[in-house]
């Protein structure tokens, strides 16, 4: 992501490689939030399409919350965002990690 853009990108490239706009993201105010919704909000964040201030307003989200789906998404891609099982890929990175 660069920092501090002035200029904002009118579409990125989203989680499964399809064109992302804003018109493209979850509604705000969304609630319900599904693998494939919060990889396309970190993908419009880490595309510059959106900054983390806006995401977090946009859809009351903790700056903790959000920086915990992008860990997720660096280090397992998608199915690290998967709620069910978090644990399991929370483990494998830490096992990766010791050796």
Known sequence: MIENQTIKPAQV??????????????????????????????????????????????YSLSLEEFASWQRAVDRSGMPGLRVTRIQHYRDLYERQQRY
Request: net charge negative; glycine share 10%.
């Open 13 to 58: 490239i989203g989680p499964l490689g399809e064109p992302l706009t804003l018109a493209d993201l979850p509604a705000p105010g969304t609630t319900r939030w599904v693998v494939r919704r919060k990889a396309e909000v970190v993908a419009a964040v880490n595309g510059g399409l959106l900054s983390i201030d806006e995401v977090c307003d946009r």
